[in-house]
């Protein structure tokens, strides 16, 4: 292995900013400036195509609510002389995908469509036009600019809001006419991930008396041939700094896409040495070599007790991040003229390959003036070292850490802190995150969310208003988890690998403060107890637990992965739900410890992980002593009180952007089995809510003022049973018109749906039957995501007060009520209490009906 100490650099990335920054500022000169020096602008470009010059730059308003897209080519294309763009969560275009199509019609006029995917390649004309054509113009070139606007949320389930969630951007050309009202699209094969609405940090150019300087710190080694490796190396800043400077920002160091694809995250602590030390005989011998393993490591070198203070985090897809200016990070001065950092690295190695020898690093850029606030970096959540698990193919399930009103009177001054900066981190099961702030009983507005977390997308986001944190305030990270993708069926637990899960937060507020973290930890003593391990250890090699001993012995050698993946696959439902309230809900151990204790639990953390087998001793370092650690923990040191989520608070309810509709007639089923009425159609005449008319297209569209109301994600609720079914699937080897297929929904009672496909007649047979007589209704509800929400088509088989049986064709007006649908396409074959059989057309030629076809 070898390495390389830390060196000045051209650092282009800065001076280019710098260079560029004027011209940043006169775009974005209509937002206000947060300091005399900075600013923040909402006005941002991309270039998406160089072969077209085909490129996008947005401005938005606060006040109005209003996005404006401005879409520009330089040159046409081949593949059609009109630009799609595709709105989507996850960088592909599926059915359902918000798309908007511009360019110039046949008539020579200009057009913008507002479209709607019905596959991966052909679009259809919403029904709802809500993006404006404000002006356009043919370009010398052979191109064109267009400039368009719509509201954030237009209030439409076919188009996507602009909100604090991720948008991955695609892109692609066609040919039609602007009266057409469907067209075929050539989408090229990438997306480009983007928060839409957050601003970024306008650096103004130095002032006379301002040096802005740069220094790198990196490290070029033969990864470890394993999947996971934490690294740690030290390093010196080659230049002495008499006088304090300020750190005004970073970025990633990769020469390489090898080094790029291959890092998880990377970080930067600031050594600082003891009072009455010489840093140079402290850190000195360990500059300039190879480095260790970070913390599954029983043989320990690295002093890494004095290095504990964060002035850099990057993970997964993270770009530059230059400092609001009125902050900057302390570097040098009397006290510490000569600067030394401790570089830890995770590095991703999936094909545990034996050659990946990488130079990976930061970049820094460093001011002369110091900024108006020293600030600082802090590090929220649930602790990464805390034994917490979720079953395997588990589609909604919630963690959450927390930051206690106990911790920030100790940690903040009587003003508080302001952040400026955050960064939402967890691994590949995450699918959201925020970021929730209380006080004296009440949950204030997020201070970060989104609910399309992508692991590939770990941006630093500014805070466009920052918010500030009193003493005595709780901060939480709560993130939710889907773990369906894992292909061993595996499930998950806390840990350092990619596929192991984490919830934390990174803040970057305008203190320095003197400590290295706040977090609280769900008791591993009880995660233990649950599954009989009375001890365990790290693997390095393996990067898990191996159980040494446990209340069963048939368990002793396994993974801890593997003990829980093999208990909780038959947890039911319910026992899941009560896992998750138990891990969320209950009372969790905080720690919030100066960067003292906090460098010696991590240097702690590097010996030990879990409690020894038994006759196996490793001798206490001294400096333990004072915070009386046992060197046989089953948990994270310096827990010094207890945390929880304060359940019994009223969530948080953002702003409404869209007018509810007034409610219609009161349809929820009475569980006496008997079907709701329809909507009279008199009713609107007679004063009541108007019925929903019929589009042209077959879709249900309530009158105008009666908006939709877009529903918010579901956080912690239980949810409908799901199923994923193939409607007329033929099975294996199946020769008959007919396909009968079975699947068991609920084990307790023995549900049962049983279906045939004719396809000759297009003729679909349920049958529905329980191991008991049905005494009031079951309801099926036919969806793509699992999910039921407004709109969806639901069947409701019921048994009434006289025995008879029915079946109701209904459509649900939000997650728990459903309301009799004016065409009933369902028949009734037979019944006798405990099985029922139903027909419907594959087809029923109505927009709210589920159509049976070869997708889910």
């Not at 991966?120 to 267009?146: K, P």
């Not at 300087?213 to 230049?239: E, G, I």
């Not at 108006?372 to 649930?382: Q, S």
């Not at 949950?443 to 500014?462: A, G, K, M, V």
Request: hydrophobic letters at 35%.
């Amino acid at each position: 292995m070898e390495r390389i100490f830390v060196t000045g650099t051209n650092f282009q990335f800065f001076i280019l900013l710098l260079v560029f920054a004027n011209g940043l500022l006169v775009l974005g000169q209509n937002i206000p400036s947060h300091s005399s020096q900075s600013s923040l602008t909402f006005h941002q470009r991309e270039v998406l195509d160089n072969s077209t010059g085909l490129s996008l730059e947005w401005n938005l308003s606060l006040e109005s609510k209003t996005i404006l897209f401005t879409i520009e080519t330089l040159r046409g294309s081949a593949e059609g002389n009109h630009v799609a763009l595709g709105l989507t969560k996850k960088g592909r275009v599926e059915q359902g995908a918000d798309v908007i199509l511009i360019g110039i019609g046949s008539n020579s006029r200009p057009f913008v469509n507002d479209m709607v995917a019905s596959n991966g390649r052909t679009v259809v004309q919403d029904r709802n036009q809500n993006w404006i054509l404000l002006d356009s113009q043919r370009l010398a070139t052979g191109g064109s600019r267009v400039t368009i606007q719509r509201g954030f949320d237009a209030c439409d389930e076919q188009d996507m809001p602009f909100n604090s969630d991720l948008i991955h951007l695609v892109w692609g050309y066609g040919s039609t006419s602007s009266s057409g009202t469907q067209t075929e699209i050539s989408w090229r094969n990438e997306s480009r991930p983007i928060y839409f609405v957050d601003p970024i940090v306008v650096t103004p150019p130095p002032q006379e008396d301002e040096t802005i300087q740069t220094f790198r710190v990196s490290r070029k080694m033969l990864v470890p041939a394993r999947h996971t490796s934490y690294w740690c190396s030290l390093h010196k800043l080659n230049t002495t700094l008499n006088q304090k400077h300020h750190i005004v920002g970073f970025a990633p160091y990769f020469p390489s896409d090898l080094g790029r694809k291959h890092v998880h995250h990377q970080i930067i602590y600031r050594c600082i040495a003891p009072a009455n030390s010489d840093p140079e005989k402290l850190f000195e011998p360990f500059v300039n070599q190879p480095g260790e393993e970070c913390y599954i490591n029983n043989n320990t070198q690295l002093p890494r007790s004095y290095c504990a203070e964060h002035i850099h985090e990057w993970a997964v897809g993270g770009k530059d991040v230059p400092f609001p200016d009125n902050v900057g990070f302390a570097l040098g001065g009397e006290s510490s003229p000569i600067e030394y950092f401790l570089y830890e690295t995770h590095y991703d190695n999936p094909e545990v390959r034996d050659d990946l020898y990488l130079e990976t690093g930061v970049d820094f850029a460093y001011s002369s003036r110091l900024k108006e606030n020293e600030g600082g970096i802090m590090l929220i959540g649930h602790g990464p070292f805390g034994q917490w698990v979720m079953p395997p193919m588990t589609s909604e399930f919630d963690l959450a850490g927390n930051c206690n009103p106990t911790c920030t009177t100790r940690m903040f001054p009587p003003e508080g802190v302001e952040i400026l900066v955050a960064r939402l981190h967890a691994h590949l099961s995450s699918r959201r995150i925020r970021i929730k702030h209380f006080r004296n009983g009440i949950e204030l507005p997020w201070i970060l969310n989104d609910d399309n977390y992508d692991f590939n997308f770990q941006q630093w986001r500014p805070l466009y208003n920052p918010v500030r944190i009193l003493p005595g305030d709780q901060i939480t990270v709560r993130c939710g988890y889907d773990n369906t993708w894992k292909n061993d069926s595996s499930a998950t637990v806390s840990g350092y690998s990619t596929r192991d899960e984490m919830c934390v937060g990174w803040l970057l507020i305008n203190k320095r403060l003197d400590y290295a973290h706040c977090m609280s930890e769900y008791p591993t003593e009880k995660t233990l107890a649950r599954f009989g391990i009375q001890n365990m250890t790290w693997d390095l090699d393996l990067h898990d637990r191996i159980i040494h001993s446990a209340t069963n012995a048939q368990n002793v050698g396994l993974t801890f992965t593997q003990l829980v993946t093999n208990v909780l696959s038959n947890y039911t439902l319910e026992q899941r739900r009560a896992l998750e309230e138990e891990q969320l809900y209950s009372i969790h151990g905080q720690s919030c410890p100066n960067f003292i204790s906090g460098g010696r639990i991590l240097h702690y953390l590097s010996l030990i992980q879990q409690e020894l087998p038994d006759g196996v001793e490793l001798p206490l370092p001294a400096m333990f002593r004072d915070l009386q650690i046992s060197d046989r923990t089953i948990k994270m040191p310096a827990i010094s009180s207890a945390a929880r989520y304060p359940r019994e608070v009223p969530e948080y309810q953002p702003e409404i952007s869209c007018p509810a509709p007034r409610s219609v007639v009161t349809a929820e089923g009475s569980g006496d089995g008997e079907m709701p009425p329809v909507l009279p159609s008199s009713s609107a005449a007679s004063g009541g809510v108007q019925p929903p008319i019929r589009n042209r297209d077959g879709r249900f569209n309530r009158p105008t003022q009666y908006s939709f109301r877009r529903k918010s994600s579901f956080w912690g609720v239980p949810e409908q049973f799901s199923a994923p079914i193939r409607g007329n699937q033929p099975q294996a080897g199946s020769s008959s018109k007919w396909n009968r297929q079975s699947e068991v929904l609920n084990v307790t009672s023995r549900l049962t749906l049983e279906w045939n496909v004719n396809l000759e007649s297009r003729t679909l047979l349920f049958t529905v039957s329980t191991s008991n007589n049905i005494t009031s209704c079951v309801a099926f509800g036919l969806k793509k995501k699992g999910r039921l929400e407004e709109g969806d088509d639901v069947i409701v088989i019921g048994v009434g007060a006289n025995g008879s049986a029915s079946v109701g064709d209904m459509v649900a007006t939000n997650g728990t009520t459903v309301i009799r649908d004016r065409s009933q396409d369902c028949e009734l074959m037979k019944s006798n209490g405990s099985s029922f059989s139903i027909r419907q057309t594959l087809e029923a030629c109505d927009k709210q009906e589920y159509s049976f076809n070869v997708s889910y």
